[in-house]
């Protein structure tokens, strides 16, 4: 271990040392440490390891971002020939020694049984807190649960707080597990907040901000925050009280005040905004660079980018600025002169140089990459970046700064949570390079400080786990192991671990209600009879009146709605307490539910709105008259003759007024009475303390009726992870993936497709749906099962790109329908629905379309291109695997073939 520690210019920590020596000791190990205090090093001695003991290692990461990175690194100490990289579209030295990797890849590699796990003694899982992801986190359960006993597991994750129970699973179901856990960061971290342009702290004083987060109740705001605040809110009452002029402004204030916060006039503080020209000048002139920015919006990163620079705002020297523009040069030599053209990269060039850029999910991985590299050597000063960043990208800055403490989460805007703020901080402090890292929070209008001291100081990011079983899971368990087996699988997940452990509680909850149910069954002995048999008598009849005026009332406002919904203009009524009236008009509301309106005219000339719940009884009409068309409720004369028409019809009909007593169910009236008729003939109903047996018996009962509900709670989360396999199990035996418990071919097929709709792709290739479509109008279908477009206001309706790709697309989206058909018939989540905003992009490239031409009318970001092309080259690849010989396979080849070209191609390595 001392050689190993001679590789790093700082001394190791003490958990970082514990961690090693579990490792070294034959255990695995959890390691859970702040963002930035470097639990990485734990998982490199693995590497260590692997090489000293002559086996394999692999390293797992969530995205291909973090495997490029970590592969350069490990070559860099190792040598390319030691070392393989396989990310599923890039495949370098993949039977090397030390093998970097998505968790995707290794998962489908314990599946297909694959050779190149022939020694494996290390698995190192960065970043393992990613099985809390919707999306890819189930991936990491099945690899913990897949891989060989012989094997050892580093687990690298940020904090959590339920990493203990994080812990127990991994010793339930891996044998001997460490856990080591740090909180300290190694670098401290002071907060602030910038208000106007000026740097406040957030805490009183210098020792809560130090290595160790303050609890929350001993971190105290600083009170000249709280002073902004309560400055602010007062200017805000006072202007809502000030009288307003001829503009409706009422007076403006033109005085500066002393500009720290912007307007302070009259001593009432009015901030505003800091602009992002600002941020940059304010953290330059405190040499607080560099620091990232974090913008929760791709289109807010590049705006602000384009802010400073226009601004005519310099961060670099000239030694800095011609680093940087090498650095760009170099990672863009791949690519044509048109190409970079359609990217604007001249101006990406421009900005980089003067010290600005951006970092997000929609730029080109070449560019993302020479961010990287330039924020790396110190000569790029500012990167405003989504939080995308945050995941594991290794770019520690000195200062980071979190724009707004609101996001949009696809749905709404919602606050971020004390995990996310720890996680976006964490890379604020250079380890060996700053002595002290800062977070800085911008101050926005109605800001709370004790909220955002509520953020910096608590950490409550639990792990959750999101594992559920899968077509593709479900078919790999069942040729690997079995169905019983499977189950057993699947019953030892994360995500049974924590219901159980739920389970466990509800278990406990139901032992104590049977305790409460015994003591309270003793004070309901009564000297003449059974109390508790007397009781349930009165419960049941209690229970039958209030279900019958229950479902009385609701289908009597049924009937009272639908009797008004028929009702026409004209229509002769009688009306409970306004007598014999006609109906003027009827309609329905567009709130409160929608309900049914009629508007009457009574014998009395009274006009009133009917709605359902004026009602007693259903509105049936006895006759019509006539109303013109120009009648008017304001004329006399008007209301007179049409009164006049209904009197006369109703002569002519002379119509009974309907009887509105409400009606009981005969049958259910029956049973009460009999009921009723027990009760009183029972000798309990004698008993002098029959009210006082029966408060402790109504007692009983409730906590018989939890105690019940308990035990289902218990019985449902049981084996719950086994009954949706189960689920899942009978959607592929109706299809025919399965004959009991043995796979059809197209069960072996489905073995090779990972897809979130990977039914409706194997369900595509049974049925020939694919069949004679070349390869662009392939690459368009396929593109719908695996493209999810960003929500966009008036955007046009995409469309599929011809006539057969989109006779194909229909084809695939009953099956779709068809498939969800039978999910809900076995009580499974339908797969969400096939997008097509996508694929006329992809059959443009396909068809060998230059980038600015497919760019221009995508509407699409350069990086998001790239990502989608190369999911669905990666896509067109699984089923090439998975269909055998023939003309689909050499059409999904050519399909790989002819969008892995340009961008797509180029720095592979990088994305």
């Not at 015994?518 to 209030?546: I, N, P, Q």
Request: glycine share 8%; hydrophobic share 40%.
């Amino acid at each position: 271990m001392l050689e190993f520690a001679k590789l790093y210019p700082f001394g190791l920590d003490e958990y970082q040392l514990n961690g090693c020596h579990e490792l070294a000791e034959g255990r695995g190990v959890l390691v859970a440490a702040p963002t930035g205090a470097g639990k990485t090093v734990v998982g490199e001695f693995a590497v260590y390891l692997a090489v000293e003991q002559h086996r394999k290692c692999f390293y797992t990461t969530p995205i291909k971002a973090l495997s490029n990175q970590k592969y350069h690194d490990l070559v860099e100490r190792y040598g390319p020939e030691r070392v393989g990289l396989l990310t599923g579209d890039v495949s370098v030295n993949s039977e090397a020694q030390i093998v970097v990797m998505t968790t995707e890849v290794l998962r489908n590699m314990i599946y297909a049984g694959s050779p190149t796990l022939g020694n494996l003694g290390f698995v190192v899982m960065d970043e393992v807190h990613y099985l809390a992801d919707r999306f890819r986190g189930p991936v990491w359960e099945e690899v913990i649960l897949g891989l060989a006993e012989s094997v050892q597991i580093v687990a690298l994750s940020a904090t959590v707080s339920n990493v203990e129970d994080f812990g127990d699973w991994l010793r339930a179901v891996r044998g001997e597990f460490s856990v080591v856990v740090s909180e300290r960061r190694p670098v401290p971290l002071f907060q602030h907040v910038l208000v106007g342009r000026k740097l406040i702290d957030l805490f009183e004083g210098v020792a809560p901000t130090a290595q160790e987060m303050p609890a929350e109740r001993a971190a105290k705001v600083n009170k000249e925050l709280l002073r902004v605040s309560k400055g602010e809110a007062t200017r805000v009452r006072d202007d809502a009280r000030r009288p307003r002029g001829r503009s409706g402004r009422g007076k403006q204030h033109h005085g500066q005040g002393s500009g720290q916060y912007g307007d302070a006039a009259h001593g009432r503080f009015k901030t505003r905004p800091t602009s992002r020209g600002e941020v940059a000048v304010v953290l330059d002139r405190a040499e607080l660079l560099p620091a990232i920015c974090f913008i929760f919006s791709r289109v807010g990163c590049d705006a602000a980018v384009r802010q400073v620079y226009e601004a005519g705002i310099t961060l670099t020297n000239r030694a800095e600025a011609a680093l940087l523009g090498d650095i760009a040069d170099r990672h863009v030599l791949g690519l044509s002169q048109a190409d970079l053209a359609a990217l604007k990269f001249e101006d990406f060039r421009d900005a980089l140089m003067a010290g600005v850029a951006a970092h997000h999910a929609g730029q080109l991985p070449a560019f993302k990459a020479i961010v990287e590299e330039g924020f790396s050597t110190g000569a790029l000063k500012l990167v405003f970046a989504t939080e995308t960043l945050a995941l594991g990208i290794n770019m520690p800055a000195r200062t980071v700064v979190i724009e707004k403490l609101v996001k949009y989460n696809g749905e709404s805007h919602v606050d971020i949570t004390p995990g996310e703020y720890t996680q976006l901080t964490g890379r604020a402090g250079r380890r060996g390079i700053d002595v002290e890292g800062h977070a800085v929070v911008l101050w926005q209008s109605g800001m709370d400080p004790r909220a955002v001291a509520g953020l910096a100081s608590r950490r409550t990011y639990p792990l959750r786990s999101s594992f559920a079983p899968t077509y593709n899971m479900a078919v790999n368990l069942m040729a690997t192991l079995g169905r019983d087996r499977a189950r057993e699988l699947l019953n030892q997940s994360f995500a049974q671990f924590q219901t159980d452990k739920s389970v466990v509680t509800a278990s406990r909850v139901g032992r104590q209600l049977q305790a409460d149910l015994a003591a309270a069954s003793e004070a309901v002995e009564c000297h003449l009879g059974d109390f508790m048999e007397y009781a349930r008598l009165r419960d049941e009849v209690s229970r039958l009146e209030a279900e019958t005026s229950k479902a009385r009332k609701a289908q009597r406002q049924e009937s009272l709605g639908r009797s008004l919904t028929e009702l026409m203009a004209g229509d002769i009524v009688f009306v409970p307490r306004q007598g014999w009236s006609v109906v003027l008009n009827v309609g329905q509301k567009t709130h409160r539910g929608g309900e049914p309106w009629a508007q009457i005219i009574s014998g009395d000339h009274t006009v009133l709105k009917l709605q359902p719940y004026d009602l007693r009884e259903p509105l049936k009409p006895v006759g019509r008259v006539r109303v013109p068309r120009d009648f008017s409720v304001r004329d006399r004369r008007d209301r007179r003759s049409l009164l006049s028409a209904m009197s006369n019809k109703l002569d002519q009909v002379d119509p009974e007024v309907p009887d509105t007593e409400e009606v009981t169910d005969e049958s259910v009236a029956r049973e009460i009475k009999a009921l009723r008729a027990e009760l009183t003939a029972h000798p309990c109903h004698q008993c002098p303390d029959r009210e006082l047996h029966a408060v402790e018996a109504a007692r009983v009962i409730r906590l018989e009726r939890e105690a019940r509900r308990t035990e289902e709670q218990v019985t449902g989360r049981a084996n719950s992870l086994a009954v949706q396999f189960d689920r899942v199990l009978a959607v592929l035996e109706d299809l025919g993936y399965l004959d009991g418990d043995e796979l059809t071919d197209a069960g072996r097929m489905l073995r090779r497709i990972y897809n979130e709709l990977d039914l409706v792709a194997a369900e595509c290739v049974r049925r020939d749906v694919f069949a004679g479509l070349t390869p662009p109008q392939l690459a368009a279908v396929l593109s719908t099962l695996l493209y999810e477009s960003r929500p966009t206001r008036g955007a046009i309706p995409p469309r599929m790109p011809d006539p057969a790709s989109e006779r194909a697309q229909s084809e695939l989206r009953a099956i779709w329908r068809e498939v969800g058909q039978l999910e809900r018939a076995h009580k499974r989540d339908r797969g969400r629905e096939p997008d097509i905003g996508f694929a006329e992009a992809a059959w443009r490239w396909a068809s060998g379309q230059e980038l600015s031409k497919v760019l221009a009318t995508s509407d699409m970001s350069a990086g998001d291109f790239v990502r989608w092309v190369r999911q669905v080259v990666d896509l067109a690849g699984q089923l090439a695997t998975a269909v055998g010989p023939g003309d689909l396979r050499r059409t999904c080849h050519q399909v790989a073939d002819s969008m892995r070209r340009g961008v797509v191609a180029a720095d592979l390595t990088e994305d």
